[in-house]
């Protein structure tokens, strides 16, 4: 059977903090207790550095699959980042669905408030220093690990421990690992077809549909 729901094992938020030399960033979250409000950008108290390439309304809130974690120690044992959620700057710890279950226009259920799957995380140079290691960028882009954005439907408020519901899947054939690999990942050389499919589609993140019409 399917998976249709994820367990929030924390919920996440951050401020911009100094990161490197003279860049800023919010990607060290930390855990918030008690009910946390979801508006239209995202969770309370959360704020990015770099409003060009994060938040926003295709990137209000950031899921990183708590499942992922194991595999991860295996390649880098001892970490400290990997022994608690955020290591990835995700508001949302979850467990329960991957990037391989998750599709494209999902809508969950998060506490009271509604959520929408918009597109994947694209990865960048920050997760290589904020792990002190060169190859977890090019791991993401090659195993497709790369976390789920959201846009948030209806605001409202959830907390850890809560359980996201799916409520509706209108596109069964696009799990997020798929439109992730043919935008990402280069599969968009064996696939033109499918690409040019997602350059079309509404509910795929505005970056990401621009990036599919350069690919086409």
């Not at 207790?33 to 990137?59: Q, Y």
């Not at 992730?180 to 690409?195: M, Q, S, T, Y």
């Amino acid at each position: 059977m399917t998976a249709s729901s994820m367990t929030v094992d924390a919920l996440l938020t951050g401020i911009p903090v100094p990161f490197r030399d003279s860049d800023y960033s919010a990607i060290a979250k930390q855990p918030v207790s008690g009910a946390v409000r979801i508006g239209w950008l995202g969770l309370a108290g959360d704020s990015v550095a770099d409003p060009v390439h994060h938040g926003g309304w295709d990137k209000a809130i950031h899921l990183y699959p708590q499942d992922h974690y194991g595999w991860w120690r295996e390649r880098k044992p001892g970490h400290p980042l990997l022994e608690k959620p955020g290591a990835f700057g995700e508001n949302i710890a979850s467990r329960g669905m991957t990037e391989e279950e998750v599709c494209l226009g999902d809508r969950f259920s998060l506490g009271s408030a509604v959520v929408e799957v918009s597109h994947g995380r694209q990865p960048c140079w920050k997760l290589d220093h904020r792990f002190g290691a060169r190859d977890v960028m090019a791991t993401i882009v090659k195993t497709a690990r790369c976390g789920i954005y959201f846009r948030v439907l209806r605001e409202g408020e959830a907390e850890a421990g809560a359980m996201m519901e799916l409520l509706e899947r209108p596109l069964p054939q696009w799990s997020i690992a798929r439109v992730f690999r043919l935008l990402i990942g280069g599969g968009h050389k064996g696939e033109p077809d499918a690409v040019r499919a997602l350059a079309d589609m509404p509910v795929l993140a505005e970056a990401w549909r621009e990036r599919a019409r350069k690919l086409a």
